[in-house]
């Protein structure tokens, strides 16, 4: 089975500050891997999919990249609604495994 | 506009098998190149993935549940279904279902989620 770990698990930032999440894979994924937020108490929604394309309707200040074992997440000019946990899935082969999330909070 | 809804118990004994429903709108769990999966989420927990369905009746089982899971769909009514048996405290979780074309794989748009309880 493929492992993802994002790190960090979690991240103070600030309203307008930029943050960077990463993703490792235990095996190479190509860019077979998926961004998702979660807002507390609510359903995870996609932001980024096939490692770098924006899902319709994400702001542009989110970007991913990355291809093989290594992936990133950044979000630009953080807004108030960007505070939420992240996670990342792989969807290259089965059994799909998600990372264990990061918390970004406000500092 | 594509719509997914959860349902079954909030609360069910050790043990016993829980069911899952998984009710959609918006396109057709038998239509070409459609996908279901179920996700669920300890309180506090990361996602986890459990189970997916395809168009074809194609299955996936996370290994992890070591068979305590069957995905089944209902065209006629549009739904999909999970169970999980012997149900463990350790299963307390928020189930998901999400829609997941096979041309992309990824979950979207999911479902608001449902709570279930493990306890005697």
């Known amino acids: 089975d493929i492992q993802m770990t994002q790190s960090p698990s979690s991240v103070s930032a600030s309203v307008g500050d930029r943050v960077t999440i990463t993703c490792r894979a235990s095996q190479g994924i190509s860019n077979r891997l998926a961004w998702y937020h979660q807002k507390a108490g609510k359903a995870p929604k996609l932001l980024i999919y096939?490692?770098?394309s924006l899902q319709t309707g994400v702001p542009s200040r989110f970007s991913g990249s990355g291809s093989g074992t290594d992936f990133t997440l950044t979000i630009n000019n953080l807004q108030p609604e960007d505070f939420a946990t992240y996670y990342c899935q792989q969807a290259n082969t089965f059994p799909w495994s998600f990372g264990q999330g990061t918390k970004l909070e406000i500092k | 506009q594509i719509t997914l809804k959860e349902s079954g118990p909030t609360l069910v004994k050790p043990t016993q098998t829980l069911t899952l429903t998984c009710t959609v709108s918006g396109f057709s769990v038998g239509s070409r190149g459609v996908g279901v999966g179920w996700i669920r989420q300890p309180p506090g927990k990361a996602l986890e993935w459990l189970a997916l369905?395809?168009?074809?009746?194609?299955?996936r089982y996370s290994p992890s549940l070591k068979g305590r899971l069957t995905i089944t769909k209902d065209t006629s009514k549009n739904q999909v279904v999970l169970t999980i048996s012997n149900m463990g405290p350790v299963d307390t979780a928020t189930y998901y279902c999400?829609?997941?074309?096979?041309?992309?794989?990824?979950?979207?748009?999911w479902g608001q989620g449902t709570l279930v309880t493990v306890s005697s």
């Open positions: 999400a829609h997941t074309p096979i041309s992309t794989n990824w979950f979207v748009p």
């Open positions: 369905i395809y168009w074809d009746d194609d299955k």
């Open positions: 096939a490692a770098s």
